[in-house]
């Protein structure tokens, strides 16, 4: 079980920048779960959609899969189903705990972790490509690349689902939409402070495209239709199919 999410409570002269560390791992299902609204709208409409699809396996990719969230949900959720289930992460503490997880749980499929970073691992056949708040700390320069590769992977009729934060093209704008959410973090009880340090940890981590910008680098990589599936002022989600 994750614990509560305290990291930025405390003046800590070691933490500075964003990690996907160990610290981070252990509250990492809180952490998540009270700062990424529709979060839980996100992970429900994961077997919804994979549902649909009349593949044979149905097999899932997870690029940025962390504690194992969403492939976890699609065992529970499609226990009839054949399903090949994989999951990629550059953190091994995330997929320490994501292992812890599936050791405490029955799940009737089988879900394989791999410990590398989206940019590198190869894969190919797939249904559905999850990318859930993940490209955004991927450098800018390598998205283009990734999401050809990932277009390239997919069999017809499957899609990739990636959420995202967004930013918003007019300035005045964005700082009305972030000052929203910290709004939405203080009603899930982080407090100035806490906002304050990890708005400064991720400071060039987590780097976030406009909608429009995301839609453009989802059209060029050769996506048939992207559209914008669910949106909370500065967090989307969109739906890709080939
Ligand atoms: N280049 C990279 N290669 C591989 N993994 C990476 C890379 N960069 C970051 N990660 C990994 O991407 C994940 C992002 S979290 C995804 C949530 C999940 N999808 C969920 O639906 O619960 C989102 C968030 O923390 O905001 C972390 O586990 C990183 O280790
Ligand atoms: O907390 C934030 O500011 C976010 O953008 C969400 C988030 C959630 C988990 C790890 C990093 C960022």
Known sequence: ???????????????????????????????????????????????????????????????????????????????????????????????????????????????????????????????????NYTLQFVPEGDRPALLSRIRDSIRPGGFMLISEKVAHEQATMDDALVELYFEYKRRQGYSELEISRKRDALENVLIPLTTDQNLELISDAGFARAEVLLKWFNFATFLCRV
Do not use: W
């Not at 160990?22 to 009270?34: C, L, T, Y």
């Not at 077997?47 to 065992?75: F, Q």
């Open 1 to 131: 079980m994750a614990q509560i999410d305290r990291l930025f409570s405390e003046i800590d002269p070691d933490s500075g920048t964003f990690s996907f560390d160990e610290n981070v791992a252990r509250v990492f299902d809180d952490m998540i779960s009270r700062s990424v609204p529709l979060y839980a709208d996100v992970q429900r409409s994961v077997p919804m959609l994979a549902g649909l699809l009349d593949h044979d396996p149905i097999r899932v990719i997870d690029l940025g899969c962390s504690t194992g969230t969403s492939l976890i949900h699609l065992s529970a959720m499609l226990p009839q189903r054949n399903l090949e289930l994989i999951g990629v992460d550059n953190s091994q503490p995330m997929l320490d705990q994501c292992e812890e997880k599936l050791e405490s749980l029955d799940l009737p499929h089988r879900i394989e972790t791999v410990c590398d970073t989206v940019q590198s691992f190869e894969f190919e056949n797939a249904s559905v490509v999850l990318m």
